[in-house]
């Protein structure tokens, strides 16, 4: 039941208003100036990171940054959740439809789903989370004594429908929704198999990573066997560009990332196209690659692009 203000919640966690209201719209909520909105639970998630802070573990910075990642990826969990949870209650609503019965309200059904589904869930979520943790440290260790932890050689790739607006112009939302779906889980398949990692979906394209450019090129090769070739599915181009890559708050950044996405605007439907760093990591005997002539690429000038396929 919601029976603190903000200056209130500061007050029990021990900061600020000014620190409260930072560390509360880096979660991701709005404010309410005066109100009593906040509940127990709002007072103790605040409490619990102004501990943290306390131990001297994390400074203020740092608890802001790390709670805004928490913020946003919870945000978009939670709209995944409920938007899947949404589809399975129209299913049921069809189903008792079509079987003569009187459907249940809509709201109650999805309440009843989320409450059946929040132990298993959460447990799961926390297991996930663990287990990706154990992943990102092994990463860094793996850098050894590198300079600089957050700097990496990566092959990246990007994948990318073919004339997606288009497309989404011409069939139903519920068909366009899913596709999109269809096109990142499958993708996302490929890319765990061969040991790499999605780093962002954006509807109509996928950007992933992997340390070893031949399951990056593997990757690439398996999202057109599962996309391009399906003909129930669309065209899509792939781009793979290697380098030096900055990975940050889940992110990464730098030249092979932007590379690798223009690249794709060369590439012919159901295609990879490398860059010449990537050429250069595929053993020659293989892969053949060859060198299409130079045109210009925004952000880089003049690139010589390079076609590849196993021999």
């Not at 200056?7 to 209201?21: F, K, M, P």
């Not at 990246?156 to 889980?185: H, K, M, P």
Request: charged share 25%.
């Amino acid at each position: 039941m919601p029976s603190y203000s903000a200056s209130q919640v500061a007050r029990e966690a021990g900061i600020t208003l000014g620190e409260a209201r930072r560390l509360w719209r880096a979660l991701g909520f709005p404010e309410a100036e005066g109100a009593a909105v906040y509940t127990a639970s709002d007072v103790e998630a605040i409490r619990a990171l102004s501990a943290a802070i306390d131990t001297g573990l994390l400074d203020f910075d740092l608890a802001i940054t790390i709670t805004r990642a928490l913020g946003q990826t919870m945000a978009r969990l939670a709209d995944w959740e409920v938007a899947a949870l949404v589809h399975r209650v129209e299913e049921l609503e069809q189903q008792s439809a079509e079987n003569g019965e009187q459907a249940a309200d809509r709201t109650t059904t999805a309440l009843r789903m989320l409450d059946d589904l929040s132990d298993g869930f959460e447990a799961m979520m926390i297991y996930a989370w663990r287990r990706h943790l154990a992943a990102a440290v092994s990463r860094i260790v793996a850098l050894g004594e590198a300079d600089d932890l957050h700097t990496t050689q990566l092959t990246v790739g990007f994948a990318d429908i073919v004339s997606f607006t288009a497309l989404s112009n011409e069939i139903s939302r519920e068909r366009i929704g899913d596709l999109v779906e269809l096109f990142e889980s499958r993708c996302a398949d490929v890319v765990a198999a061969q040991r790499g990692r999605v780093i962002k979906s954006i509807g109509d394209s996928i950007l992933f990573v992997n340390d070893d450019p031949i399951r990056a090129y593997d990757t690439a090769e398996g999202i057109i066997n599962v996309i391009g070739r399906d003909s129930r599915m669309p065209d899509v181009r792939l781009g793979l560009a290697s380098g030096n890559v900055v990975m940050r708050l889940g992110d990464v950044f730098g030249p092979p990332v932007n590379l690798a996405a223009r690249l794709t605007a060369v590439a012919r439907r159901n295609r990879i196209i490398i860059d010449a760093a990537t050429a250069e990591l595929l053993p020659s005997d293989q892969f053949e690659t060859r060198r299409l002539p130079e045109r210009p690429v925004r952000g880089f000038g003049l690139v010589e692009p390079v076609a590849v396929r196993r021999h």
